[in-house]
């Protein structure tokens, strides 16, 4: 047998609840036991005195000649036990039974009478000078013996005792602790049945929690208690649920990276073959025309200027990509190391295109700049490095004569840069994958293919995006990056 909480709290309630009735009642027996002797013991000094008072008037009015007990105690026991109500005898000096007198009210005493023997302890007190009463139950009924010694002006006459009946006193008490037993019974019955009731409602809350929490452990995240009670389980429920909420927040967050990191690691890999195939592809060119040129028998003066043009062209590219590549891994390093600062977008954008207009007039293009300022937080070198990669890129891949927009829109929260340029069409292929490394135009023999990729790089370091559409004619590339706001910057 498992002890629960609520098993544990109801035997202790019951263990606690009876040893208090136990103790309780026990002090209330002994309580009513001392009152009821208290009593008695008050009624018997009160009967001593008046019954002495009365034997001297008596012997007053009674003039004796030898023994006034034996003269008159038979009239003296009759008149105080019709008096008293009790049984009344008269004892010599001696100790011995002279008269008794039990009043026809009280035939109980009579059973009294017939064992008095039996109880004479009193008596053999009385004859030392002291008084005494005894309490027995004779047959159910209450009686008290009592005794005392008759002096008077200092002369002992003899022993008077009296037997009463005080069954009713502790008839009473038994009432008392009967009406206490059953007071007790029925408030156990209605606090056991309350507590039980009690106890359930307070555990349905965390038997839900344990239910609950072993969802969570077989991986239910999203599991929530709704629980109004306005005591400690209402707030161990929204301590679980944030709690849960959390867990649920943290493994997002692991799958998340982990998804990261493969996503990564993916990248990598495939950075990695297509920096192998493109870096092979130059190679095998040059080692080929090297190849055929170097042959002894070789005189042919017009494919050896071909080789030699094929073969600077393909070391250029070569010597681009690696370029390229050495720039790549510095960006990433220098720009954790260098700090970010405030950037006037405008006028950086006018420096900027104010130069590369230099590049574009070779071939009858304008590269013209609109919209309003916008601040953002960035490291400066490395925007421009993006800006101008993008911009030479529309050159590049731009028609001749055709002008070159970069136009600049905010939001409350984010700035937009958008590039335009008229194009050539562009294969569906080139631009769904276009910030991909080594994604190039085959048309531009001497493209690396990373120029995009940097960028991309660049922006989402600063927690941008970037996107690309080709549309009538044009290619479109749109920049968001987060603006600047003092607020939230200081």
Known sequence: MKWTIRRKFLVGFLLLFSTAALIIYQVMALSLQSNSETIIKNELAKLQQTTREYVKQFMLLHPYESNFFEE??????????????????????????????????????????????????????????????????????????????????????????????????????????????????????????????????????????????????????????????????????????????????????????????????????????????????????????????????????????????????????????????????????????KEKEVIELRPFLFSICEDMNLKAEKYGMQIQLYGDNSKIYAVKDEMKQMFINLLDNAIKHGINDKNITVTITKSESETFIIIKNESEPIDKAISTNIFEPFIHNPRKKMSSGLGLYICKEMIEYHNGTIEFNYEDGKAIFKINIPRWQQISNN
């Open 72 to 337: 008159f105690g038979s009239v003296i026991a009759q008149d105080l036990s019709a008096l008293h109500q009790q049984s009344v005898a008269l004892y010599n000096e001696r100790g011995e039974f002279l008269f008794e007198a039990v009043p026809i009210e009280q035939p109980q005493l009579m059973t009294g009478q017939q064992a008095r023997e039996m109880f004479a302890s009193d008596i053999a007190l009385a004859l030392d000078n002291q008084a005494a009463f005894t309490l027995v139950d004779v047959d159910g009924i209450k009686l008290s013996y009592f005794s005392y010694p008759l002096y008077i002006q200092d002369r002992f006459y003899g022993i008077m005792r009296f037997t009463g009946d005080y069954t009713y006193l502790f008839t009473s008490n038994q009432q008392i602790l009967r009406g206490f037993t059953l007071f007790t019974v029925i408030l156990f019955l209605a606090v056991f049945l309350f507590s039980l009731l009690l106890t359930r409602k307070m555990m349905q809350p965390l038997t839900n929690l344990i239910t609950a929490t072993k969802q969570v452990a077989s991986g239910n995240y999203n599991l929530r208690i709704s629980l109004k009670t306005g005591d400690e389980f209402e707030q161990l429920t929204d301590s679980f649920n944030e709690m849960s909420k959390e867990i649920k927040q943290k493994i997002d967050q692991i799958e998340a990276e982990k998804d990261k990191v493969l996503l990564l690691e993916k990248s990598r890999r495939s950075f990695f073959n297509n920096v192998t195939h493109e870096l092979k592809t130059p190679l095998t060119t040059i080692s080929g025309y090297a190849q055929i040129i170097g042959e002894d028998d070789f005189n042919d003066k017009q494919f050896l200027q071909k080789a030699a043009q094929k073969i600077h062209e393909e070391s250029d590219r070569l010597g681009e990509m690696v370029n390229k590549l050495i720039n790549l891994s510095k960006n990433e390093s220098a720009m954790i190391a």
